[in-house]
């Protein structure tokens, strides 16, 4: 099983920043690595497949790179709207998600 | 618009079965494959299998023991994941996901089904 991990679990953020968060493949996944967003009660949501292509009516501040295990989501100038939890997801043949990294606004 | 309406909140016994319906509109229900996965309080995304929906076939994790079984009915654009044996631990928020065209990305989601396990 491929096991993703996810830094940092939590972090807290002020508008306007740049936000990264990484994403770490216990093997070799190519570039079959996507990243979803959950705000609270909400269910996830789409916003980057195969490590950069930005999924429809996604944001541009919203970005992806990354290949092979190792892998970054930047969020350009952070907004109120994007408090949530972001998760990667790996899409082999055994599918498996990241913990979870929450952003919180300072 | 792409949807996918789940079934209301269940509340099981241990041992019972639960049965999740996940209805798909504003596409065609046949071209693409499902995904279900679960997200238990406090713990990751986790990924129960999947199911074509064209063909039927299915494949489903092993983390479950042969608990899980997948289906769906084209006639009625549903797709149903059955959890058999549920235990305290099996609470949580069920998911079905639409898997894109020519893609393994998970791209619409239904709202969840909470699942509550209680003698």
């Known amino acids: 099983e491929i096991v993703l991990t996810q830094s940092p679990d939590f972090q807290s953020v002020t508008l306007k920043e740049k936000v990264t968060i990484t994403c770490r493949a216990s093997?070799?996944?190519?570039?079959?690595l996507h990243w979803y967003q959950q705000r609270p009660d909400q269910s996830p949501k789409l916003l980057i497949k195969?490590?950069?292509q930005s999924f429809s009516g996604v944001p541009s501040r919203f970005s992806g790179s990354g290949s092979g295990t190792d892998f970054t989501l930047t969020i350009n100038s952070l907004e109120a709207e994007d408090v949530a939890t972001y998760f990667c997801?790996?899409?082999?043949?055994?599918?498996?998600f990241g913990q979870g990294t929450k952003l919180e606004i300072k | 618009q792409v949807q996918l309406v789940q079934s209301g909140a269940e509340v099981k016994k241990p041992g019972a079965s639960v049965k999740i319906s996940c209805k798909a509109s504003?596409?065609?229900?046949?071209?693409?494959?499902f995904h279900w996965v679960r997200q238990a309080p406090g713990q990751r995304l986790e990924w129960m299998g999947w199911?074509?929906?064209?063909?039927?076939?299915?494949k489903t994790s092993q983390n479950f023991q042969g608990r899980v079984t997948i289906t769906r009915d084209k006639s009625a654009s549903t797709t149903y994941m059955e959890l058999r044996s549920l235990r305290s631990e099996d609470r949580g928020v069920y998911y079905c996901?639409?898997?894109?065209?020519?893609?393994?990305?998970?791209?619409?989601w239904g709202q969840g089904t909470l699942v509550t396990v209680s003698s």
């Open positions: 504003g596409y065609t229900f046949s071209t693409y494959a």
């Open positions: 093997q070799n996944i190519g570039t079959s």
């Open positions: 195969y490590v950069s």
């Open positions: 199911i074509n929906a064209d063909n039927g076939i299915t």
């Open positions: 997801h790996q899409s082999t043949s055994l599918p498996s």
């Open positions: 996901a639409r898997v894109g065209v020519s893609s393994s990305s998970l791209d619409h």
